[in-house]
């Protein structure tokens, strides 16, 4: 069946580059996604990408698509503290619903 | 516009006891889901509902039913609370053009 890995944790030092990899297994995905969850509260949507992109830059973020390794990062430059969160990788199954992975902690130290 | 709005934000069970979660959205969008997410695995689907009136199942719908009996409003009621179903409760919503998906808030679930 579908599954999605992230990592469950990465630490930064504050101004420093941030990226969380993510795989997944279903290559009928079309589309692919990052959520943020700050401590408790709920997902925010942060961006995500087309199964036919290879790369989308939005402000500090940007995400890669390796779709022969089935492979998608996030990049967050000039990390802040208040980027502190958890960080889910989620691909959209057969056009109804996502498939989340574990998440992924970020822990930004100033 | 509020968006996705859950009710209740916190809920703390006996065994046996129900209750229901509600989920309300102004965005007048179609599909609607149910997901629980349990610490280190991630959010699971329970149920979804592609319309008005239509529910089927996702990954976990062991112990729920739901009801979509509007536009607005989808709700998750568990009939006999087990401490298995301890979790984070999120309803989301969908665009038309099937890209995102927006949660709420989510409702915290304890069940002793």
């Known amino acids: 069946g579908e599954d999605v890995e992230q990592s469950l944790f990465l630490s930064v030092r504050e101004g420093d580059s941030s990226v969380i990899n993510c795989t997944y297994t279903?290559?009928?995905?079309?589309?692919l996604y990052w959520y943020k969850q700050e401590p408790g509260a709920g997902l925010q949507l942060l961006t995500y990408?087309?199964?036919?992109?290879d790369m989308k830059q939005d402000q500090r973020l940007t995400v890669l698509l390796n779709k022969k390794d089935k492979h998608l990062s996030l990049r967050i430059a000039d990390t802040q503290t208040g980027d502190s969160a958890i960080y889910f990788c989620?691909?959209?199954?057969?056009?109804?619903?996502?498939?989340f992975g574990k998440g992924t902690t970020l822990s930004v130290s100033s | 516009n509020a968006g996705v709005t859950q009710t209740p934000k916190f809920q703390v069970l006996k065994t046996g006891q129900s209750m229901t979660l509600q989920c309300a959205q102004d965005?007048?969008?179609?599909?609607m889901y149910w997901y629980r997410q349990d610490p280190g695995m991630g959010l699971r689907l329970i149920y979804y509902?592609?319309?008005?009136?239509?529910?089927d199942k996702g990954e976990v719908p062991n112990g729920y039913n739901v009801s979509r009996l509007n536009k607005r409003e989808f709700s998750l009621r568990l009939e006999s609370a087990a401490p298995s179903q301890t979790s984070v409760y999120f309803c989301?919503?969908?665009?038309?053009?099937?890209?995102?998906?927006?949660f709420g808030p989510g409702t915290r679930l304890t069940v002793l």
């Open positions: 989620a691909e959209r199954e057969g056009g109804t619903a996502l498939i």
């Open positions: 279903d290559s009928s995905s079309t589309y």
């Open positions: 990408i087309f199964s036919n992109m």
């Open positions: 965005m007048n969008h179609n599909s």
């Open positions: 509902s592609a319309s008005e009136g239509t529910t």
């Open positions: 989301a919503t969908e665009d038309p053009s099937g890209d995102t998906q927006y």
